[in-house]
């Protein structure tokens, strides 16, 4: 487990050295800023797509599912429930008796599948422990009003500044979502604090973010609504 969390950690160093480098070249190959943005992005949605799906089959592997009985699925179901909010979630025993078939609608309308395989409770062995990255304090404002801070909470591995740009991706993604379309049908102002109340801690969890921290750090200041809706 220590080591696949390594590789985990390498590589998103990897496409973060990726993405940096593509942004970079980017404008020498493609003069238009607008042709460049779009490329840009197009690329980042797909890395992160491709990340997503893998953190949905690894968070699958580690849910426990020792049989198939009702009280079982349903703390199976609560589990990917936490860890996905707002998400269309279907869970089907397999005809063989062996497995759980897992479909999971995200707001953005990205459909994900995998399977959890019963298997019976036992001791973890190993002669590595798992190393957790830790959550640290982020706190944010927005530039028209520095002394309202919201304390979030990022992983230990991510600068302030990645933190900032994977959270503006967030809220971007979230308003461009179904649940974020219907809300701004809805009238609900397209704001930063309508998106920190609203939108699902699993894509949040995605980015390496939490909306919520205990412990004070130095605030990051947003750049705000200039950004384009």
Known sequence: MAQEKKQSKS???EQTRLLELLRSILPKVAPDPA?????YSAFEAELRAKNRVTSFEKFCERIPLPDLESATLEAVKAELLAGFGDADLEIQPNEDGKGLRVDVSLPDGTQMRSRILVRPPGPETGDEQEVELK???FPVSLPGDLELIWVLAKRENLTHEEAGRAL????DDFWASRTGQKLIRDRVEKSFPEFIARVPAGMLGDAGLKRHHKMPETLKVLRGPARKN
Not at 35 to 39: H, K
Not at 168 to 171: A, D, L, P, Q
């Open 35 to 39: 042709l460049a943005d779009r490329i």
């Open 168 to 171: 503006e991706k967030v809220e």
């Open 11 to 13: 590589q998103r160093h």
């Open 135 to 137: 959550f640290v304090a």
